[in-house]
């Protein structure tokens, strides 16, 4: 199975940072990763798929990449709503896969 | 506009089985295949399959094969898991979700990403 290591686990930043999350697949999976934000009891949201088309609705300072088996997530400057846990997701073919997760904190 | 309403909380006994219901609204229900994901407290999340509404085909991860079923009633447009041998480490919440693309010719020749999630089936298991 295709593993998604996602770094850091865990993050401080302050409302106006420029953040960036990344998860490296174990093996080529074009560009079949989707980004999601989870608020503490709350369902997820996707916010990034195709790993860089913006899902409608989301606000334009989240964007995606990739950089062969990397990818990431980049949020330009922190809001305070965006404080949350974030996983990024493998798809195309089963299993599906997702990373542990980066729980991003108000320093 | 999509929507998916789950069934109720569930508090079981270690070795019996749940069942948790599914229900999208919104769109055409056999053009979506639904997936089961779950997160145990203060986790992340888990895949644990997907089944094909159109045909009743599911796909399921390694890890629950043989402990899991799901299945869809078309009359009602319902889509169902059921984890039978529950222990504690299977107290968490379930959600279903849509997947974005529509089901491919083949069966799981392609799934997509998430667009739409149901509101999560907290299930407990305690003796």
């Known amino acids: 199975d295709i593993q998604m290591t996602q770094s850091p686990s865990s993050l401080s930043a302050s409302v106006g940072d420029r953040v960036t999350i990344t998860c490296r697949a174990s093996?080529?999976?074009?560009?079949?990763v989707a980004w999601y934000q989870q608020k503490p009891g709350q369902v997820p949201k996707l916010l990034i798929y195709?790993?860089?088309t913006l899902q409608s609705g989301v606000p334009s300072r989240f964007s995606g990449g990739r950089s062969g088996t990397d990818f990431t997530l980049t949020i330009s400057s922190l809001r305070p709503e965006d404080f949350a846990t974030y996983y990024c997701?493998?798809?195309?073919?089963?299993?599906?896969?997702f990373g542990r997760g980066t729980r991003l904190d108000i320093k | 506009q999509v929507q998916l309403v789950q069934s109720g909380p569930e508090v079981k006994k270690p070795g019996t089985s749940v069942r948790i219901s599914c229900r999208p609204f919104?769109?055409?229900?056999?053009?979506?295949?639904i997936h089961w994901v779950r997160q145990a407290p203060g986790q992340g999340l888990e895949w644990m399959g997907a089944?094909?509404?159109?045909?009743?085909?599911?796909s399921y991860a390694q890890d629950f094969q043989g402990r899991v079923t799901m299945s869809r009633t078309t009359s009602t447009t319902t889509v169902y898991m059921a984890l039978t041998s529950l222990t504690s480490e299977d107290t968490a919440v379930y959600f279903c979700?849509?997947?974005?693309?529509?089901?491919?010719?083949?069966?799981?020749?392609?799934?997509?990403?998430?667009?739409?999630w149901g509101q999560g089936t907290p299930v407990t298991v305690s003796s």
């Open positions: 195709g790993a860089s």
């Open positions: 919104g769109y055409t229900f056999s053009r979506h295949y």
């Open positions: 089944i094909n509404p159109s045909g009743g085909s599911a």
């Open positions: 997701q493998k798809y195309n073919s089963a299993p599906i896969t």
């Open positions: 979700a849509r997947d974005a693309q529509k089901t491919p010719m083949r069966f799981m020749a392609s799934v997509g990403w998430f667009d739409s």
């Open positions: 093996q080529d999976i074009s560009n079949y």
